[in-house]
C-alpha cells in the first residue's frame, strides 16, 4: 500500500466501521514518517493524540510506553477516574512511592477510565511508533483499555516491523492480520521528492531511478547512500554493471565509523538509554569523561534527534549500528556510568547488571532483588519475576540468600500464571539446606503448581518422596503430612486424622501454608463426614491470613466457604464468597486463578439450578470443553455442563481425552467419570446403563467414607431414580432410607427436594397412590421455596405422573403444562428433554385416557341428571350419538355406572 493511500485510510477512520490499523513494513520504509502525518491530521481533525514512540533500550521497562501515552494529559482533571486509581497509575509510572503492592489491573482499569472519559468530550487517537519495543506491560494495558472502549470515540494506529522478539503479528495490541497494512517503498518521483532538497543540483534523474532500484524505494536507505558519499557510484548504467553500494545495515555502520569516537559514543549512549533527558545523558558523559560538543557533532552527522528535554536517535537502525559498535569491555563500561548517574532503582539494576560479566555478584543481585520488590509493588508480576530470576542467576548457589531469592522468584512467577516456569525455578532448590519456613514455601508452591498442571499422581507421588526423606524429623514430616491432605482418594478417616494430627505437630511453628493446608482437610473431612461446613475453623483460617501465604488465596476461609458451602446446599454462601474471590483476583491482575474462581461460580449456579448462569461464567472463564488444557479441578465442572445441556457425545469425546492424562487421575478417573456417564445414561434414559455406572460411583463414595451427598457428586438421587426405573425396588427402598435418615437431623433443602420427589416414586411404586400424591406435593411446594425451576419441573412430572394414575387426567395435564414452563425456565436441555418426553408420551397415551371436548359436555350433564333425549336435545345432537359419548365416558374414566360419574376437580 502507498503512502497516501495509508494516510487516506487512517485517516478515514473515524467514518468507516474499523477502529484500529497496524502499519508494517521493511525498516527504514518510512512508517514513523506516516505515524506522524497521521498524528497530525487526527490533532488538525480536532482529535486528542496520545502519542509514544518505544526504544529498543525500553523493551523491558515497565509502563514506559504508557508514561509516553499519557504525559500530554493532566490525570488530576478526569473526575470520573477515582483518586485511588490515579495514585495507582502514578505507582505504576514510577511518579511516588508505594506504600504496598500495587494491584497489576489497577494500571489497566485507570487507563480505561482515563479514555472513557476524554473520549466522551473528544474522540482520542492513540498513536504508536515502533511497537515492536513496547514493554509488556504497556502493551497488556492498553490492548485491554482499547479492548473495552469499544462503545468509544477510541482509535489505535500503530507502526512495528518484524523482530527477532516480538513479530509485529504477534503484537499484543488487539490487532489480528486483517487490521495490518504493508507500507510499499516509494516511486521514483515521491524518491526524488524526499532526497533532492539535500542535493538540489548534484542528483541526475538517472541516479534517482537506479537509487530506486537498488533500495526498492526504501527513504532511509536512499538517504544514507547519500549521505555516505555513494552517489558516485551509482549512474546512469545499468546497476549490475558497478560495484553494489552496501545493504542499509553496513551504509549506517560504515557512516557510524566516519564520526569521531566521541561523538559515536554520544549515539551508543543514547541508543542505551533509549531517549534520556539531557541532563541525565550529561551526568552519563561526564562519567565517561566525554565532551557535550559531542552531542553536537552526532546531530550534525543526523543520528541523534534533540529537543530541549531529550535526546533520541533518529532512527531504530541508528542505534542498533551504535550499540553493535561496541566492544563487550567498553559497553559494560557504558552501562556502569548508566547505573550511577540514573535513581531510579529499576533502571539502576537493569544496567549494573549489564555492567559486569555473568556470574554470582552480591551487589547485582540486591540490587536485582529490590526491582524485583519494586516491579510487584507497580503490578507488573512478569517483570517482577524477569528480575526475581536475575536475582537468583547473580546470587552463589552456596550462599545463605540464595534458597530464599529462589522461592522469591517461584513465587513471582506462580502469582504471574506461569506454573511450569515455577516449578522449574523450584528445582535447583536442595530442600536439605532450607529452614522450616523455606520448606513449607517449597512443598506449597510445588503441590499447588503440580496439582494445577500435571493432576494428582505427580503430586502424591512428589508428597511420597518428600515423606521418606522426612522420617526423622517429626517437624518437617508433619509439614508434607499437612500438604497430603488434599489427595482426593484419601478416606475421610485418614485425612481427618492427619489434619489433626499436623495441626497439632505444627502449633507455634512459622509454616503459615502448611496449617492451613491441615486447617482445610479438617474442614474438609467434617464436611464430608456430613458434619457440614465448621465456621470456627473457617474463621480461624481467615485470621491466619494475615500470616504470609505463598500459595495464594487456595487455603484461606473465603475459598473454603466459595468451594464447599454448596456441597452443603448453601449455595447462597457459596456464590458470595466467591464473588469476592473473583473480584479479588480482578484487581490482583491473577487471570489464570480469576478463571478458575469463575468455573468453581458457574459449578455452584448449577448447584443452585441457574443453567443459564452457570453456561455465561463458565464461557467468562475460557474453560470450553475443547481446550488443549483444561485444570484438573475444571474437569467435573465442564462435564456437568456437558450433562445439563444434553450434549453427551461432546462428553464422552471429554472424558476420552482426559481419562488417561496426567490431569485425568484420581477421584476424576475413579469417581467422577463414572458418575458423569451415568448422569448421562440417565437423561437418554438408559436406566440400566445409569445404574450400572452409578451404582460403581457410589461404591467408591463409599469406600472413601463419603456421606454427604455434595461430597458424593450428588449421584444418590438419580441412582435411586434409576433403580427405581428398571424395577429394583428394594435396593432403592434401602438406599431412600439411608438418604432420609441423613436429613432427618440435617438441613440440606436441595436434596430434601429430591427426597420427597423419590418418597413419591417409591409409593407410586408399591400401589399406594394418595400417599405419593402427598410426597409429590411436598416436593414442589420445597422446589418453589428453593426457587429452583429445574428441581419444580421434575417435582410437577412426577406429580402429573400420579395423577394420571389416580385418572385425574386433567389434572395431570395441567401439571405437566406448568413443568413444561418451569422446565424451560431452568435452561437444562436436560430437564427440558425430559419433560418433553413425558408430555410426548402423555399425548400418544391421550385417545384411550383422556375425554374430547364433547364427552366433557356430555359428562356435565350426565353428572347433572339429565336423560340421554334431554342432552341430545340440549346439544343439537342424535341420541345415538349421546349414546357412542356415554360409553367413551364410562370407558375411559372407568365408572361403573352413572351415577358413578363425577366431575374431576
Same mark, same amino acid.
Given at each position: =500500500? ?7 485510510? @487512517? ?8 477502529? &484500529?490499523?497496524?502499519?508494517? +513494513? ?34 523491558? *521497562? ?18 470520573? !477516574? ?26 489497566? @482499569? ?93 542528483? *541526475? ?32 548504467? =545499468? ?34 538509554? +533509549? ?14 569523561? @566525554?565532551?557535550?560538543?559531542? !552531542? ?17 536517535? /533518529? ?13 563487550? +569491555? ?16 529499576? !533502571? ?28 510487584r509493588q507497580r503490578g507488573a508480576r512478569l517483570r517482577a519475576a524477569h528480575f526475581a $530470576? ?13 534458597? $530464599? ?22 528445582? &535447583? ?30 503430586? *502424591? ?64 473431612? &467434617? ?19 494475615? @500470616?504470609?501465604? !505463598? ?57 443452585? %439450578?441457574?443453567? %443459564? ?27 456437568? =455442563? ?16 482426559? #481419562? ?14 463414572? $458418575? ?28 472413601? #467414607? ?89 417435582? /410437577?412430572? &412426577? ?30 436441555? +436436560? ?34 341428571? #339429565? ?17 357412542s359419548h356415554v360409553s367413551a365416558i364410562l370407558r375411559k374414566t372407568g365408572a361403573t ?9
Amino acid at each position: =500500500m502507498t503512502r497516501t493511500q495509508l494516510l487516506a485510510e @487512517i485517516v478515514g477512520l473515524p467514518h468507516g466501521r474499523a477502529r &484500529q490499523i497496524l502499519v508494517t +513494513g521493511e525498516a527504514g520504509m518510512g512508517k514513523s514518517t506516516v505515524i506522524g502525518d497521521a498524528a497530525v491530521g487526527f490533532a488538525r481533525a480536532g482529535f486528542i493524540v496520545l502519542r509514544a514512540a518505544p526504544s529498543f533500550a525500553e523493551r523491558y *521497562t515497565s509502563y514506559s510506553m504508557l508514561w509516553d501515552l499519557l504525559a500530554p494529559l493532566d490525570w488530576t482533571s478526569f473526575t470520573s !477516574v477515582p483518586a485511588e486509581y490515579r495514585s495507582f497509575l502514578e505507582i505504576a509510572l514510577g511518579r511516588r512511592p508505594a506504600a504496598a503492592e500495587l494491584p497489576s489491573l489497577a494500571t489497566a @482499569i485507570a487507563f480505561e477510565g482515563i479514555l472513557a472519559e476524554i473520549s466522551a468530550r473528544t474522540p482520542v487517537a492513540i498513536v504508536i511508533d515502533d511497537a515492536q519495543w513496547a514493554d509488556a506491560e504497556s502493551r497488556a494495558t492498553v490492548e485491554r483499555a482499547f479492548r473495552r472502549s469499544a462503545s468509544h470515540r477510541v482509535y489505535l494506529v500503530a507502526a512495528s516491523r518484524p523482530t527477532a522478539d516480538s513479530p509485529s503479528r504477534a503484537l499484543d495490541l488487539g490487532f489480528d492480520l486483517g487490521d495490518e497494512r504493508v507500507l510499499e517503498g516509494l516511486s521514483v518521483e515521491e524518491l526524488d521528492g524526499v532526497i533532492r532538497p539535500g542535493w538540489p543540483s548534484t542528483l *541526475t534523474r538517472a541516479q534517482v531511478v537506479s537509487l530506486r532500484e537498488h533500495t526498492g524505494g526504501n527513504p532511509l536507505w536512499a538517504l544514507e547512500l547519500m549521505s555516505r558519499g555513494s552517489i558516485a557510484d551509482i549512474g546512469a548504467r =545499468m546497476l549490475g554493471t558497478v560495484a553494489v553500494p552496501p545493504s542499509l545495515a553496513g551504509t549506517i555502520a560504515e557512516r557510524l565509523g566516519g564520526l569521531g569516537a566521541e561523538a559515536s559514543e554520544v549515539v551508543s549512549i543514547v541508543a542505551l538509554l +533509549g531517549h534520556p533527558k539531557l541532563d541525565l545523558l550529561a551526568t552519563v558523559l561526564s562519567f565517561a569523561g @566525554i565532551p557535550h560538543d559531542a !552531542v553536537d557533532a552526532a546531530e550534525a552527522a543526523g543520528f541523534l534527534s534533540l529537543t530541549t528535554e531529550t535526546a533520541r536517535t /533518529r532512527h531504530p537502525l541508528h542505534a542498533s549500528a551504535a550499540a553493535a559498535r561496541l566492544t563487550p +569491555g567498553r559497553r559494560r563500561d557504558l552501562h556502569r556510568f548508566i547505573a550511577d548517574a540514573v535513581h531510579d532503582p529499576v !533502571v539502576k539494576a537493569q544496567h549494573l547488571h549489564l555492567s559486569r560479566p555473568s556470574g554470582p555478584d552480591e551487589l547485582i543481585a540486591a540490587a536485582l532483588s529490590e526491582a524485583a520488590v519494586v516491579m510487584r509493588q507497580r503490578g507488573a508480576r512478569l517483570r517482577a519475576a524477569h528480575f526475581a $530470576a536475575q536475582a537468583v542467576g547473580r546470587t552463589d548457589p552456596a550462599s545463605d540468600r540464595y534458597p $530464599a531469592r529462589v522461592l522469591s522468584q517461584a513465587q513471582q512467577l506462580s502469582s504471574a500464571g506461569d506454573l511450569a516456569a515455577c516449578l522449574s525455578a523450584l528445582e &535447583q532448590l536442595n530442600a536439605n539446606r532450607l529452614d522450616l519456613h523455606q520448606y513449607d514455601a517449597l512443598l506449597a508452591l510445588s503441590t499447588s503448581a503440580l496439582a494445577s498442571i500435571r493432576g494428582r499422581d505427580p503430586t *502424591t507421588a512428589f508428597l511420597r518422596q518428600r515423606e521418606l526423606e522426612a522420617v526423622g524429623d517429626p517437624e518437617r514430616l508433619a509439614v508434607v503430612q499437612a500438604h497430603m491432605v488434599a489427595d482426593d482418594l484419601m478416606t475421610v478417616t485418614e485425612r481427618g486424622e492427619l489434619s489433626s494430627a499436623s495441626f497439632n505437630r505444627l502449633t507455634g511453628v512459622d509454616t503459615p501454608n502448611a496449617v492451613h493446608r491441615a486447617l482445610r482437610g479438617t474442614i474438609r473431612s &467434617q464436611l464430608d463426614a456430613g458434619g457440614g461446613l465448621n465456621s470456627d475453623l473457617v474463621e480461624d483460617c481467615t485470621r491466619r491470613q494475615g @500470616i504470609q501465604i !505463598v500459595s495464594g488465596l487456595e487455603d484461606t476461609g473465603l475459598a473454603a466457604t466459595g468451594f464447599l458451602a454448596h456441597l452443603t446446599d448453601d449455595v447462597a454462601r457459596s456464590r458470595v464468597a466467591l464473588n469476592e474471590l473473583v473480584a479479588w483476583a480482578k484487581r490482583e491482575g491473577k487471570d489464570g486463578i480469576e478463571r478458575v474462581f469463575l468455573a468453581h461460580a458457574a459449578h455452584v449456579e448449577l448447584t443452585g %439450578g441457574n443453567a %443459564g448462569e452457570a453456561r455465561i461464567l463458565l464461557a467468562e472463564s475460557g474453560h470450553a470443553a475443547e481446550a488443549a488444557r483444561l485444570p484438573a479441578s475444571v474437569l467435573p465442572i465442564v462435564g456437568l =455442563m456437558l450433562v445439563t445441556d444434553a450434549k453427551h457425545d461432546a462428553l464422552r469425546q471429554l472424558i476420552e481425552r482426559w #481419562q488417561h492424562s496426567d490431569v485425568g487421575t484420581g477421584q476424576f478417573v475413579e469417581l467422577i467419570v463414572p $458418575a458423569l456417564r451415568g448422569f448421562s445414561a440417565f437423561a437418554l434414559r438408559d436406566w440400566p446403563a445409569a445404574v450400572d455406572l452409578l451404582r460403581h460411583a457410589a461404591a467408591v463414595a463409599d469406600s472413601l #467414607q463419603l456421606v454427604e451427598p455434595g461430597s458424593r457428586f450428588r449421584i444418590d438421587l438419580p441412582l435411586i431414580e434409576a433403580l427405581v426405573m428398571t424395577g429394583n425396588n428394594d435396593e432403592a427402598r434401602d438406599r431412600l432410607a439411608i438418604l432420609r435418615s441423613f436429613l432427618e437431623t440435617r438441613n440440606r433443602p436441595l436434596s430434601q427436594i429430591g427426597l420427597h420427589r423419590l418418597s413419591s416414586m417409591e409409593l407410586a411404586a408399591a400401589g399406594r397412590l394418595e400417599d405419593a400424591l402427598t410426597e409429590a406435593g411436598l416436593a414442589v411446594d420445597a422446589a418453589v421455596r428453593a426457587d429452583r425451576s429445574d428441581e419444580e419441573a421434575r417435582c /410437577r412430572l &412426577q406429580r402429573a405422573r400420579v395423577l394420571t394414575r389416580l385418572r385425574k387426567v386433567t389434572l395431570s395435564r395441567r401439571e405437566l403444562q406448568v413443568a413444561s414452563e418451569r422446565a424451560e425456565e431452568s435452561g437444562s436441555a +436436560g430437564v427440558r428433554e425430559q419433560v418433553e418426553w413425558a408430555v410426548a408420551a402423555s399425548r400418544r397415551s391421550r385417545p384411550g385416557t383422556e375425554l374430547t371436548a364433547a364427552e366433557q359436555r356430555v359428562l356435565v350433564a350426565l353428572v347433572a341428571g #339429565q336423560t340421554n333425549k334431554e342432552i341430545a336435545a340440549e346439544l343439537f345432537v342424535s341420541i345415538r350419538t349421546v349414546e357412542s359419548h356415554v360409553s367413551a365416558i364410562l370407558r375411559k374414566t372407568g365408572a361403573t355406572s352413572r351415577s358413578k360419574l363425577r366431575i374431576p376437580r
